[in-house]
């Protein structure tokens, strides 16, 4: 199993890499184009502000690489976000995989929202053995709204979106390498999806 986290500046990438180190996987670190390509399945972690991010992504021409990727690929927090349409957090053009915006919470909510918090109405293999209400660990002020791709919502001011599926594409705004064993089990599910 070859599984790549692309490394491009804006990722959590060493807790995710301890993650999969503790399943018995060492993920290689890589923003090598071929690199990326040849893998069974990547990880697109994202930690930080959108369009930086972004302009990180461009820089490389990762941008034009990710959507285009045919094997499992799982986004991470601001790297889910960035797979969708378009993000507020500094008007940022996504990278148009989830047909989703990106919004910001309001003042009514104390932002970030930090900490623990329930994923429901699971949808797709990536959550086998996950219970309904399991606790996932979340950090972020911005959320996915409702669609047709969401396979997870969480609540927090609104029902939001905290996983979404297209095709071999994953996203989840959860933190799966700091969730305990229900995150480890996401990421255990991800590695053996078909």
Not at 88 to 97: D, V
Not at 108 to 126: E, Y
Not at 146 to 153: G, L, Q, W
Not at 160 to 182: I, M
Request: aromatic share 10%.
């Amino acid at each position: 199993m070859k599984l790549v986290i692309i490394n491009y500046g804006a990722g959590n990438i060493k807790s995710i890499q301890f993650a999969f180190q503790r399943l018995g996987i060492e993920a290689i670190l890589s923003d090598d184009p071929d690199e990326i390509q040849t893998a069974d399945r990547v990880i697109f972690p994202g930690v930080g502000e959108a369009s930086s991010a972004m302009t990180m992504l461009k820089s490389s021409r990762l941008d034009l690489l990710i959507p285009k990727l045919t094997q499992p690929v799982l986004g991470i927090c601001l790297g889910m976000q960035l797979m969708c349409t378009s993000t507020e957090e500094g008007n940022t053009k996504g990278l148009g995989i989830f047909d989703v915006e990106v919004k910001k919470f309001s003042k009514k909510v104390k932002v970030p929202q930090m900490g623990w918090n329930t994923i429901t109405n699971l949808k797709s293999d990536l959550f086998k053995d996950i219970k309904e209400q399991e606790f996932m660990y979340l950090v972020h002020s911005f959320y996915a709204e409702i669609s047709n791709e969401v396979i997870a919502t969480t609540s927090y001011e609104l029902q939001y979106a905290s996983a979404l599926q297209k095709d071999n594409f994953f996203g989840v705004q959860f933190h799966p390498e700091k969730s305990s064993l229900a995150g480890e089990q996401v990421l255990k599910n991800f590695i053996n999806i078909k």
